[in-house]
């Protein structure tokens, strides 16, 4: 549910520009959010799953301000 609803809001936000977004099943309670191959967040940050709003900010930095979804 926390990689989904992420991928959701990610694609609400930034559905226009992005070419692909990965959701890899694992073990181990590993959660690792990665930009063009960069870590760019770790749930042993937090020590917790992130929310969107904890990691979205971080994604911005990388591709840009939120873009509407073209239809």
């Given amino acids: 549910p ?8 990610l694609l609400t936000g930034w559905g226009a520009v992005l ?6 099943a694992g073990t181990g309670g590993i ?17 917790r799953y992130p929310d969107p709003d904890d990691v979205l900010p971080l994604i911005a930095e990388r591709i840009g301000p939120e873009v509407m979804r073209r239809r």
């Avoid at 926390?2 to 809001?9: C, K, P, S, T, Y």
């Avoid at 959660?31 to 020590?47: A, H, N, P, Q, S």
């Fill in 19 to 24: 070419e692909s977004v990965d959701v890899v």
């Fill in 2 to 9: 926390n990689a989904a609803g992420l991928v959701a809001r």
């Fill in 31 to 47: 959660f690792d959010i990665r930009v063009d191959g960069e870590l760019i967040f770790e749930k042993k940050m937090l020590g």
